[in-house]
């Protein structure tokens, strides 16, 4: 992440009183304490972070602040005055806006009918679409960027989508704004102008709050942070003189150091190989073209690209559920061309999701209904056609406590976890044996410092045990500490294949934009 020290330190403080002002704040899930008796003071016109680990209360907390949730106790101040937020239209209302880890966005419409959606200008009982558009023309200009009004939200990039959901609050009104986990989904350069939107924001007196799990962000855009843990508070400094090793032993609850991930694995056989590989995106354009590679066991490969070179095409192309237009497949020296999905599986792939939610997991169903599927053939959990329920319930929770899997049982849903939980339970379904080749995309987006570590160290040791393993990533500092080599992907096209050793993010940075 570029370091804006020009643009942080011209943020604008019209007042240091607290903006916000959260008193005794309590909320219960049953017998899990989400918020714990929560006590924050927010100033306005500045950036403050909340950071903690999955489960520590952080979007429990900002939601009762937006009017989602409904605390069992506590108060909310805002400019002295207690206010009830007991809905969204409500903390709209009072200038309060989130941003949320799923757009909220309609994407059949264009960017200008979803800003205006619910406000419509008009003259007399027609839409007034001259007006509309110059309302939103400057909006854009107050944020510095640009939108294709009339493109539909659909065809927009993420981060379009987010400065689409940012002007959508400006547009209501908003003077406080509330981003849970704004990085997860962008590409770095994405992020890089989202920061530039929130420093201006503040610059020009409003509050932003800024949940996060990366530490290198709290320090390149926050002034203050605040640690939860376990539903409480536990600190709230300033940024500037902090110590990012402190911040996160202060998360986790102990002296945090990360594990040595380098290992002296052996490289085996190949175990997929991908040759003049070419593959269509969903609207038939050549997204990957004539890759060319081999993963072998007892390696991480990494794919480092700007987000959609053909990092997805290429993993769906690999597990089957995507068709190639030109070249050819061969796992464990066999071509699979025609196979299945579950043919593929059952031959030792294993695959993680960039989407947890959509992919990786079913959420509507339980835990031992996620991590089920996989062992169906096992005749310890069905057998004659009747699966054996308690069988599946001690084998779901077998992986639940390898894996740390917290705050939930066998029949809990899956959208009861936190988004990091949800990870790990896709992760040990997926690792719990080690697999012959797992893909990996983007397996520590949205976790926090201990899950990050957690998996880092599940990938080390599936590598030790002699797993191929694709990882695709955005975070340029991960794929140089775990992979062995990296292939760099430019506009679909495969241009460098290197040792990791010899790779730096400035180097990276240069292929993946095409400027080496």
């Known amino acids: 992440m570029e370091h804006d020290h020009a643009g942080q330190s011209a943020l604008v403080h019209f007042v240091t009183e607290a903006r916000i002002r959260i008193r005794g704040l309590r909320k219960a899930y049953g017998p899990i304490l989400a918020n714990d008796g929560v006590d924050l003071e927010i100033t306005r016109g500045g950036i403050h972070a909340i950071v903690g680990e999955n489960g520590a209360g952080k979007t429990t907390l900002v939601r009762a602040v937006y009017g989602l949730v409904e605390p069992d106790a506590g108060s909310i101040e805002l400019d002295g005055q207690r206010v009830t937020i007991a809905s969204p239209a409500q903390a709209i209302q009072h200038g309060i806006g989130m941003v949320h880890q799923r757009f909220q966005l309609v994407e059949p419409l264009t960017a200008l009918e979803n800003l205006t959606l619910g406000d419509l200008p008009h003259k007399g009982v027609f839409f007034d679409r001259p007006a509309a558009l110059a309302r939103a023309r400057a909006l ?8 294709e009004w009339n493109r539909a939200v659909a065809n927009l990039s993420v981060g379009a989508r987010q400065r689409l959901e940012i002007m959508r609050l400006l547009y209501r009104k908003a003077d406080i704004l509330i981003f849970d986990e704004p990085t997860s989904v962008l590409t770095p350069q994405e992020a890089d ?6 420093r201006r924001l503040a610059g020009q007196g409003r509050t932003i709050i800024f949940i996060t799990h990366k530490l290198r962000e709290v320090f390149a855009l926050a002034e203050q942070v605040t640690v939860m843990r376990r539903g409480r508070i536990i600190t709230t400094v300033p940024t500037k003189g902090s110590d990012p090793q402190a911040l996160a032993s202060l998360i986790v609850g102990e002296q945090f150091e990360r594990p040595s991930l380098r290992g002296g694995t052996e490289r085996g056989a190949a175990v997929i190989e991908a040759d003049r590989l070419s593959v269509c995106d969903d609207l038939g354009a050549l997204s990957l073209r004539e890759a060319t590679f081999s ?67 079913c959420l509507p169903a339980t835990l031992a209904e996620n991590v089920f599927p996989l062992e169906r053939y096992d005749p310890d959990l069905a057998r004659g056609g009747r699966l054996r329920t308690s069988a599946i319930a001690a084998f779901a929770r077998s992986v639940l406590t ?17 988004g990091g939980n949800l990870q790990r339970l896709v992760l040990g379904r997926e690792i ?16 926090d410092v201990r899950g990050i570590a957690f998996i880092h160290e599940q990938l080390t040791q599936a590598r030790a045990d002699g797993a191929a393993t694709l990882l695709i990533s955005e975070e340029l500092s991960e794929l140089i500490e775990l992979s062995d080599r990296l292939l760099v992907i430019f506009e679909g ?7 990791a050793a010899q790779a730096t993010p400035d180097r990276l940075g240069l292929l993946m934009t095409g400027a080496a």
């Open 295 to 361: 993963v072998h066991a007892g390696e991480i490969v990494g794919v480092a690209g700007i987000e959609g070179s053909g990092q997805r095409e290429l993993v769906e192309a690999l597990l089957g559920l995507r068709h190639p237009v030109g070249g050819s497949i061969r796992l464990h020296g066999q071509p699979v061309a025609g196979t299945s999905v579950w043919d593929r599986r059952k031959r030792g792939i294993a695959f993680i999701s960039e989407d947890r939610d959509g992919e990786g997991a």
């Open 193 to 198: 102008d989202l920061f530039r939107v929130l």
């Open 402 to 418: 390898r894996f740390n899997v917290r705050g939930a049982a066998p029949n809990s849903p899956a959208r009861s976890l936190s």
């Open 140 to 147: 854009a200009a107050e944020l510095g960027t640009t939108m």
């Open 493 to 499: 096209r495969i241009v460098a294949d290197l040792p």
């Open 432 to 447: 719990r044996k080690t697999p012959r080749l797992l893909l990996a995309a983007h397996p520590t987006r949205g976790v």
